[in-house]
């Protein structure tokens, strides 16, 4: 009688249940490669926020005695205290990494910032409206993307100027039309839930239901494509770098000193280009397999 009681206690106790975020944090830390990714991404923040004061040499410092002879008397040694060699100018190129990754960070996660905020409002907005509004927005939208997006940035670039800020609000202002779109697709689901009904018969505004009911609730895919759209701004700052168009002297970025490594190859000066190339493909690797692990974790289908 007391082993049937106790069964029948047991079986009245309740069952705790698990939350969206907390099986999203279960899937993603089944995900090795995101896993992976996510510890590589760390390391090369700490690298890039606090390898400087690892370093010996100051980013701008120039050993004189090193110009011209950097092939053999600049390698990367511990001794010296250039751990990744000098550049033809006889710089420090640890120092100068540190400077160029965390620039590079900085460009996507600022980039991917303002891209995600303008254009979660805009898409929205634009499918919360529907009717005209919307039909206006997204062929606005339309046209905009037919426009090749890096002919305007060095368009922006060449007009008001060659600086970090610039190139920060550029990246950031070109890179919004597609988040538009993803925003407007998924509104145009959500807009006619209970929730959302609800809102409007209390006499709710509308740009405050978009602001407490939509928006909440695209933070799921605004935090994956995110995730992938950094990597995109890095590539699209690499670039820009690269032509001579991005970061200016005394500053640098990966792609700009991948640019000057890729020049120096044929002295025979391979650590240029081999150091600030791993920490390139090492984080772009990195955001992917982020991304990748984040979908799947909050892909409902997958459930």
């Known amino acids: 009688m007391a082993t049937q009681t106790a069964e029948a206690d047991l079986g009245q106790q309740p069952v705790k249940g698990r939350s969206l975020w907390a099986d999203a944090r279960t899937r993603f830390f089944r995900n090795k490669a995101a896993v992976a990714g996510l510890v590589a991404l760390i390391l090369i923040c700490l690298f890039a926020f606090f390898g400087e ?11 004189f005695s090193l110009m011209g002879r950097n092939a053999v008397n600049g390698v990367p040694s511990i001794e010296t205290g250039h751990y990744f060699g000098t550049d033809e100018s ?15 960070l900085l460009v996507g996660l600022v980039g991917a910032g303002v891209a995600v905020i303008v254009g979660t409002l805009y898409g929205a907005i634009a499918g919360y409206m529907g009717g005209k509004t919307d039909n206006i927005m997204m062929r606005t939208v339309d046209i905009l993307m037919s426009v090749p997006y890096m002919f305007v940035l060095i368009l922006m670039l060449v007009i008001f100027g060659r600086s970090i800020t610039m190139l920060f609000i550029g990246i950031g202002l070109i890179s919004w039309l597609d988040m538009s779109r993803i925003a407007r697709g998924q509104t145009l689901s959500i807009k006619n839930k209970e929730f ?10 509308p740009f405050t239901i978009i602001l407490r009911h939509i928006v909440p609730n695209l933070a799921g895919l605004v935090i994956v494509y995110s995730t992938l759209l950094v990597p995109q701004m890095i590539i699209t700052e690499s670039f820009i770098s690269f032509l001579g168009l991005g970061v200016q002297e ?20 391979l650590w240029q280009l081999l150091y600030p190339l791993f920490f390139f493909v090492v984080t ?14 909050l892909d409902p289908k997958d459930r």
């Open 53 to 63: 004061f690892l370093a010996q040499y100051e980013r701008a410092y120039v050993d």
């Open 90 to 104: 006889g710089r420090d190129l640890y120092a100068r990494t540190v400077q160029g990754t965390r620039i590079s």
């Open 196 to 205: 959302v009904e609800a809102a409007v018969a209390t006499g709710v505004r």
């Open 250 to 269: 005394p500053s640098t970025s990966l792609g700009a000193l991948i640019s000057a490594g890729a020049g120096q190859m044929r002295y025979g000066v």
């Open 284 to 297: 772009l690797f990195a955001f992917f397999f982020v991304g990748d692990g984040l979908r799947d974790a």
